[in-house]
């Protein structure tokens, strides 16, 4: 894959310039995750009568906070996947692959993975920490419904029906960005790691020239 970057950050050179949206797009998938597997998490405490984590006021700093920590080993493959790019090696990558943009590469705005194995352990990286989310988020989900049920004897209709339909909405909201970002997202990437789609996958060489809109 080949990164090119537009705006501001094309002044950047080959290696921050590109990097910046990956960073942005990375750290921005963390705080979204966090953000609902937080929801999930308070639903679960709620129905236990359990929230003293969740009522102190440095909470909400603290999960943004380490969302964005989270993040830090897929940033890290990422930077060590690029980490000895040259122009000269983009160059000779997209004459061979797409010589049509190697104007565009050759302005120093695009970056791209030198080699097909760490562009893997980067694609890999992502998926088991997008996982580890949603298995949480499940985890809670599934608890929750338990611990629902077992405590509808004691909510009267209105209250069990309301924190039914919470739970669903929360359910909901969390399958959005899964089915609408991260698959159509993910299956892209996974065609461009495995040459499908163009033909690229037949030629010799890097398969990961990465690109970014």
């Known amino acids: 894959m080949t990164t090119c970057c537009t ?5 950047w050179g080959i290696f ?3 990097e910046v949206n990956y960073i942005i797009l990375q750290v921005n998938m963390g705080i979204m995750g966090f953000g609902l597997l937080s929801l999930m998490m308070y639903r679960y405490y709620s129905l236990h009568a359990d929230t ?9 700093p603290c999960i943004f906070l380490f969302s964005i920590i989270y993040t830090a080993p ?6 060590i996947a690029i980490s000895d790019l040259t122009k000269e090696f983009l160059i000779a990558q997209m004459r061979e692959k797409a010589p049509m943009f190697v104007d565009i590469v050759s302005s120093g705005a695009c970056a791209g993975f030198t080699s097909t194995i760490r562009g893997y352990f980067y ?7 997008v996982c580890i989310i949603y298995i ?14 077992k405590l509808q004897s004691s909510l009267s209709a209105a209250t069990y029906a309301a924190q039914k339909q919470f739970l669903v909405s ?4 969390s399958m959005i960005p ?7 997202v993910g299956t892209a990437f996974i065609v461009v790691a495995c040459g499908l789609g163009n033909g690229t996958g037949k030629k010799k060489g890097n398969r990961f020239n990465h690109c970014n809109p």
């Open 170 to 173: 929360v359910f909901i909201q």
């Open 136 to 149: 949480l988020a499940i985890y809670y989900s599934v608890r929750s419904v338990v611990l629902l049920r």
């Open 178 to 184: 899964f089915i609408c970002f991260i698959v159509p």
């Open 123 to 129: 694609l890999l990286t992502c998926g088991i920490l």
């Open 16 to 18: 921050w310039g590109p």
């Open 7 to 11: 705006g501001i950050c094309r002044h």
């Open 52 to 60: 003293k984590y969740f009522d102190k006021i440095y909470s909400i």
């Open 74 to 79: 897929a940033i890290t493959t990422d930077f």
